[in-house]
């Protein structure tokens, strides 16, 4: 038996079913066989919200306060490289993802209801999905950033025309995050389900080809969102963890050798959690997307595996707006500095400790992941 996509819809929300998906613009909409709910469904919606709400409070608490510290040094005029800039942006976008959390949250609450209109369903998913292409963008713009700038190590021209580009790059990042949002967003309604006054806010496409384009968009964002950037990020922090290795052997301090073996450690963290928080999300969407084109098998045990791991996955890649915070910057000696200048500062300039930290503090110049000596300018 199967069901055209209007009946399918309503038979998944006379079962319950939860509406944060759309956010990822993941709507199983399409014809497929009728199969019984092999998991308790409450069970995963309590479960999901109580993800979202913890990455709401730590998402929200860790960049807000990176973006705090970095506005106070600009403020405080203090001399940094230009890679705080793409670290700025790159809080803001995980910010805004994060402060949207908790309208979905309240969506999840109610079943899938969507209380809020349609402009709100639209402007939400926009403001999400936006912010969300706006974060994978500018870690990878890092990546070729920091590359880069090992490369041109000691080369003090050019410096207003690479900051420049920076900024450019950073404009260029905003707006094709914007126009890979805006087609999904688009296509956004609030429809009434036949199962009593629920509204849901999601994607209703053209009814001539719904599975088209459903898939088309899902192709879109595994392009977007992994495909593209993931390898750009590989790519190029191998460079740099290969740069850092040439150097060591020039310079056989065991010293500057352990520093480095630190810093590759952590160039490797950046891939292992981009991989480990996007992979699985990607991967199932993928399996998705090709068993509605027909290139899978799908059957009742497959159906209900991919629902549930969808919702699973969709909470793992979000966590990746926590653990930002902490690989660009709490592991950044510079940026620990900065925040104790910005709470220690303020209330110790009669004492001697601010003096102390002053004395003690490294050259602005190092690299957020990279303490050796005479380090490279990232």
Same mark, same amino acid.
């Given at each position: ?49 109580? =993800? ?5 409070? $730590? /998402? #929200?608490?860790?960049? +807000? *306060? !990176? ?96 900051? =420049? ?5 950073? $404009? /260029? #990042?905003?707006?094709? +995050? *914007? !126009? ?103 991967? $199932? ?94």
């Amino acid at each position: 038996m199967s069901l055209s996509t209007s009946e399918l819809e309503d038979l998944w929300e006379s079962l319950g079913d939860l509406n944060f998906s759309d956010a990822f613009s993941n709507i199983s909409s399409v014809n497929t066989m009728v199969c019984a709910t092999a998991f308790n469904r409450n069970a995963l919606l309590y479960s999901m919200c109580v =993800l979202y709400t913890f990455i709401f409070i $730590v /998402g #929200v608490a860790a960049n +807000a *306060l !990176v973006l705090w510290v970095n506005i106070r040094a600009q403020r405080d005029s203090t001399p940094r490289h230009e890679t705080h800039m793409y670290i700025a942006h790159l809080a803001v976008a995980d910010l805004c993802v994060c402060a949207t959390l908790p309208v979905w949250v309240s969506s999840l609450a109610l079943h899938g209801h969507w209380p809020f209109g349609e402009v709100a369903c639209k402007l939400t998913h926009l403001l999400f999905s936006v912010n969300l292409f706006g974060s994978i963008f500018f870690l990878a713009c890092m990546s070729v950033d920091r590359y880069l700038s090992v490369k041109k190590h000691g080369d003090n021209e050019g410096g207003a025309r690479r900051k =420049l580009v920076r900024r450019a790059a950073c $404009v /260029g #990042v905003w707006l094709l +995050a *914007l !126009v890979a949002s805006l087609p999904d967003t688009y296509f956004l309604r609030t429809v009434k389900s036949t199962h009593g006054d629920t509204m849901l806010c999601r994607p209703v496409y053209p009814e001539e080809n719904p599975r088209e384009w459903m898939v088309g968009v899902q192709l879109s964002f595994i392009l977007l969102g992994f495909v593209l950037p993931f390898p750009v990020i590989a790519v190029f922090y191998a460079l740099l963890a290969r740069a850092f290795t040439r150097s060591s052997s020039s310079s056989p301090s065991s010293t500057v050798e352990q520093e480095r073996r630190v810093s590759r450690r952590v160039i490797l963290a950046y891939i292992v959690v981009f991989l480990g928080c996007w992979g699985p999300y990607h991967g $199932v969407l993928l399996v998705d997307a090709l068993s509605q084109l027909g290139l899978v098998p799908l059957t009742c045990g497959l159906e209900n595996v991919i629902y549930v791991a969808l919702h699973l996955t969709q909470c793992l890649s979000l966590l990746h707006c926590c653990f930002n915070p902490i690989l660009y910057n709490f592991i950044n000696r510079n940026y620990r500095y900065d925040l104790m200048k910005a709470f220690i500062f303020k209330y110790s300039t009669r004492t001697g400790l601010a003096r102390l930290i002053e004395a003690s503090n490294m050259s602005e110049t190092e690299y957020s992941a990279v303490a050796v000596e005479n380090p490279p300018q990232i």
